[in-house]
């Protein structure tokens, strides 16, 4: 069967400018072209300590570069809002309804320190790669012949557009872009905007009364609910927007579908941002958000982030497995990067052992003290995915239109170090899955 993803490994790429330090030739990382790549190992992947950018994925080379780059993730099912996201929900909220432009005074100086207002121009972590050459030439499978012992290469499903678990990065599903489409009032409308308690308390009579509660008990439930102080989720926050059936100087709407998308968001029929995320077996990952500068006084990015959480929690009710949300790479030593660190809980990976840590107070002092650290305080600890010599033999690669085992190219033609470098980068289980292309 035809293994879902095809890659072909580039190996160390040295010497090239940091977007972090300034550095002309400080980044150094090791590199790899996906020709197809499923969600599935595009998981293990991240989890491993590689990005992509494109379909060309990188993974940095923690202890030589200049800036490390942790992974960073956060858990979408208790994430914690702090008051600098609800002043952004509750900003664009009210630009939304009354169409005022509300300047801060220190939105200059939360532009340019380590705050979520950062996020604008930092989700990509482009600073951290410079992509090299795509391949001049797509592999041909049509005519790859299949060697005898590729018949026991382990069964996978293929890589399908259609089926979200095989979602090539490559081959964007069709109609998979997601629209944050924002239209104007009619005109007319002369009352007031209604303040958001009063808004809410309406919302709260609706719901009752959808379920069948009128009459006295409906005025009891609403007593009840009065004058106290209720916890707000981010999805509270989120819905406060103005509603269609409400006057407004603009709408605000998003939907979200499976798959590699992009998310566009219209400020009446103007296309203000736009958001690039992966949706993944565990998360939903953020790769890239860009922005008109016009708009820097509604902090899309940040905006962005928390619709971004608050979709994550609502594929969880679908698929029960994804319960995080990944900001891409955590750089401790570039202060104007911290910012991811305010969604909270969030943690970071180890780039020895693999394992997740919370980026707690432990971890920072860690980090003030070394750029580069081990995380993981067990010394005995261990890459449980580190490939043996005989995980080695697994290896499945593609070789003069064949598919053979690394096992059948020793014989052959001796050891590739190529091939046994790359299986130690993946993990022995996207080694043993994916299709690593030999010239």
């Given at each position: 069967m035809m293994p879902s993803s095809m890659v072909e490994f580039y190996g160390k790429h040295s010497n090239y400018a940091c977007g972090y330090c300034s550095q002309k030739s400080s980044c150094h990382s090791d590199g790899m072209w996906a020709h197809r790549l499923s969600c599935e190992d595009?998981?293990?992947?991240?989890?491993?300590?590689?990005?992509?950018?494109?379909?060309?994925?990188?993974?940095?080379?923690?202890?030589?570069?200049?800036?490390?780059?942790?992974?960073?993730k956060c858990n979408a099912l208790q994430f914690q809002m702090n008051k600098s996201h609800k002043k952004v929900i509750k900003r664009l909220n009210k630009f939304l309804r009354d169409g005022f432009k509300e300047v801060h005074e220190n939105q200059a100086a939360q532009s340019t320190e380590a705050g979520a207002d950062t996020t604008e121009y930092d989700r990509s972590d482009?600073?951290?790669?410079?992509?090299?050459?795509?391949?001049?030439?797509?592999?041909?499978?049509?005519?790859?012949?299949?060697?005898?012992?590729?018949?026991?290469?382990?069964d996978r499903t293929s890589c399908s557009p259609?089926?979200?678990?095989?979602?090539?990065?490559?081959?964007?599903?069709?109609?998979?872009?997601?629209?944050?489409?924002?239209?104007?009032?009619?005109?007319?409308?002369?009352?007031?905007?209604?303040?958001?308690?009063?808004?809410?308390?309406?919302?709260?009579?609706?719901?009752l009364q959808k379920k069948g509660v009128s009459g006295d008990d409906l005025e009891r439930l609403m007593k009840q609910t009065k004058g106290q102080n209720v916890v707000k989720s981010l999805e509270d926050f989120l819905s406060e927007a103005p509603r269609d059936d409400e006057p407004a100087a603009h709408r605000l709407k998003a939907a979200g579908v499976m798959g590699s998308f992009h998310q566009?968001?219209?400020l009446d029929d103007r296309l203000i941002a736009v958001g690039v995320i992966d949706v993944l077996p565990y998360c939903v990952s953020a790769v890239y958000f860009f922005y008109d500068p016009e708009f820097h006084f509604l902090s899309l990015g940040t905006y962005a982030s928390m619709r971004e959480l608050a979709f994550a929690r609502t594929m969880n009710r679908q698929l029960p497995s994804l319960t995080n949300y990944y900001m891409g790479f955590y750089i401790h030593s570039c202060p104007k990067m911290r910012y991811k660190g305010n969604l909270q809980p969030s943690y970071l990976l180890c780039p020895e052992v693999y394992s997740w840590h919370s980026l707690d107070?432990?971890?920072?002092?860690?980090?003030?003290?070394?750029?580069?650290?081990?995380?993981?305080?067990?010394?005995?600890?261990?890459?449980v995915n580190r490939p043996t010599e005989q995980d080695l033999f697994d290896v499945l690669l593609l070789r003069d239109r064949k598919f053979i085992r690394y096992s059948q190219c020793l014989q052959a033609n001796g050891a590739l170090a190529e091939v046994e470098t790359y299986a130690r980068l993946v993990g022995k289980q996207c080694a043993k899955r994916m299709l690593l292309v030999i010239a």
């Open positions: 595009y998981q293990d992947l991240i989890d491993r300590g590689w990005r992509r950018s494109g379909c060309y994925c990188y993974k940095p080379i923690m202890d030589v570069t200049c800036c490390p780059a942790y992974t960073i482009t600073g951290m790669v410079e992509v090299p050459r795509a391949p001049s030439k797509r592999p041909d499978l049509e005519c790859f012949e299949e060697a005898p012992v590729a018949q026991n290469a382990p259609d089926e979200p678990d095989g979602q090539c990065l490559n081959k964007p599903q069709s109609g998979s872009s997601s629209n944050v489409s924002n239209h104007s009032s009619g005109s007319g409308a002369t009352n007031p905007p209604k303040k958001a308690k009063l808004l809410r308390i309406e919302r709260k009579r609706e719901k566009q968001y219209w107070a432990t971890v920072k002092s860690k980090l003030d003290a070394s750029k580069y650290s081990r995380l993981n305080n067990d010394a005995g600890a261990q890459d």
